[in-house]
């Protein structure tokens, strides 16, 4: 392997760092620090195996070294979240702050806020939640409600965000909210704000999912104070700055690999001879590794500064149908193999119930495909 | 349009002017037929005809890469001159024995119990045949009326001389034949997704564009997506090509998954291509069909869809290695269900 595929990227660091992963995350299997499960980066949270994550420098791991970040690239943290994925690991309580509010603060956010805030996200001492969806306002994101009104210091805010994720565990939400104009402006008057979710007149309540359990909260804002240092950028230019952000958030392995602990199930489960060979768990794995180098495609473009919205979607659709295929697939043998597995059984269940958020979550297929044939249109 | 938006091809790996001279060319002479003849002699000219070939047929020394923008070239021009045959398998086989080899267009045919007759495009001069004598395989380089009189006669006339061939570059014919069917594939699929969206872009029906419409929208984007998916799978073959051609254990699976993903995603494209384009798609008037036909019969020829699914399937359970991605995880902190690191 002398010559590389894609000059300007050192592989072979790549690889050294994925090995590294590798290591620890057998190192924390052995010492049963965790079980693997499905879709773990939503649903498992541990804010232990964030922090040994941190201490490694996987957390915040792009953000620069004057902020307590590692200044590795996007490709290095393309790296770590498969590795992370495709074991099961339960890095859910670190998801949000690693994927979008460290990025968005570092760009956005102000001198300030940027010193007190990134490292401790980086630290793993930091934990964020989105509120953007609202009650009325579900794929229509630019139709929000809550308001922010200001006042002598800061902002009042206040309204109701639903489906955020962690929100009864994280420190800190941002929060999409109206500064100027009023609702039906659309895009215009929109601002972000960082909002500590101890603060006064804050009330989180479960979203109980179909299978019992809570990830999801409805988070209500009851005329909460925020301080003027706590606007994310600038006041009106909320939209812009959410959707500059989104490719990230679309593109990234989370959107192919959530159920990726399957594949490992079913091949274990052929090999003993509980499953007969099918030809559609390959197509299935061929489907996962081009995905695998459709998405590291798409970092490469984000990392170099270029846009990517429309193969960002395409990775998302894409992504998102084929983990529901690899559900129904295990689903489809599992029912007719008459030695029972336990574990494959509970990977099924988790699966099973958070299948229909795969293609929900981070935009609908529907709104993608629509992103799609506008950015192909000559 | 549609190729700046999807996965690097490794464009970036092929000199500009190269690129720029394989799409004049191909362009000029598109749509198959008897423009097959001018673009063979063309390339010929150019010194494209053996891009990767050793100077001994009068080859260039290039790598995958600017093949595959050749060969992507071509069948975006809906040409099906075999010139990917040519030089990356029949070709590449005659480059490792030590003969001299007179530049022609040539096809490998694997003259076994189990073979389809050869695809014997009309420009096609000489054909590398092989096939397993008791021995091991061997080959030999023939002038193409050699293989219609053998199709007719049933045996093949005693003068043609078979040269003995290592079994490891046999089957690496196999892979790299079934290599350039993706990259042919792939250059359909982009050809007819363009086509696609430049139609339902214009047409007007119910007095606005079919692309205002919804399930209009649902089907061009999948379609678009799948041939970037194809794209980005046969684009990582290629690399692996590349680095690695002459490594079957590296190859084989890295094709295996770009032949599955080629073959499933023409299926989309071709039924999902001519429902947008309607009635008018399905004349032979109309340029989809010679894209979708061609892609359909490429991703079943040197090896099949079905097959290719079976195969990644047979590899992953025997702890091949796809890519980076290990997708066959320790489920349990044994170390005897550690694998390979």
New interface residues.
Partial sequence: ???????GIDERA??EL??EV?DFI?DQ????TFT?RPDAWLTAWSADFSRAMAERGWVGMTLPPEYGGAGRSFLERF?VT?EVL???APVAAHWVSDRQAGPSLLRFGSEELKRELLPRIAAGRCFFAIGMSEPDAGSDLASVRTKATACDDGWVLSGTKVWTTGAHRADHMIVLARTSGRHGDRHQGLSQFIVALDALGIRVSPIVSMNGDHHFNEVLLDDVHVPSGRLLGTEGEGWRQVTSELAFERSGPERFLSV??L???L??A??RGALS???????L??????????SF??A?TLDAGSPAD??AA?VK??GTTTEGDLVELAALLTACSTRHDD?LDAALRIATAQLPGFTLRGGTN?I???I??K???? | ??RS????W?A??VEPDLRDLITAVTAAHSGGGDQDAVLWATLRELGLSDLTGSQARGGSGASWWEAAELIAALARSASELPVGDSDLVAGWILDTLSTDVVPALRVCWWDDDSARRPDLHPLVERVTVLREDTSGPVVADVAVDEVRARLGSGGWDSSVEWQPLSAEVAELAVVRAALVRAVQVVGAMEAATEIV??H??TREQFGRPL?RF?AV??L???L???T???R??T??AV??A???GDDLEVLQPAV???R??TG?GAAVVARSAHQVVGAIGTTQEHALHRHTGAMLRWRSQAGDT?S???????L??AGAS????????????DPSN?RK?
């Fill in positions: 392997m002398t010559t590389t595929a894609h000059p790549l690889l994925r090995g590798r057998a299997l052995s010492r049963g693997p790296v498969e495709v074991a099961g990726a602990l594949v490992s199930h091949l274990a052929v090999r060979p099918t030809a559609e768990l390959g197509r794995v061929a489907r996962l590794q081009a995905l695998h180098h459709m495609a798409v490469r429309v193969p395409m659709t894409l574990d529907e993608l495909r629509g799609i044939t950015g192909l249109q000559p | 349009m549609i938006t999807s996965a690097s490794g970036e790996a969206v430049e339902a872009a692309l919804q929208q649902a061009v984007a999948d678009a997506a799948e970037a998916l194809a980005a799978a684009a990582a690399a692996v590349v680095r690695a295996a998954v770009a599955s993903c499933h079905h290719a699914d079976q195969q990644v399937l047979a992953a359970l796809f890519s980076d991605l290990d997708l066959d995880q320790p489920l349990k902190p550690r690191s």
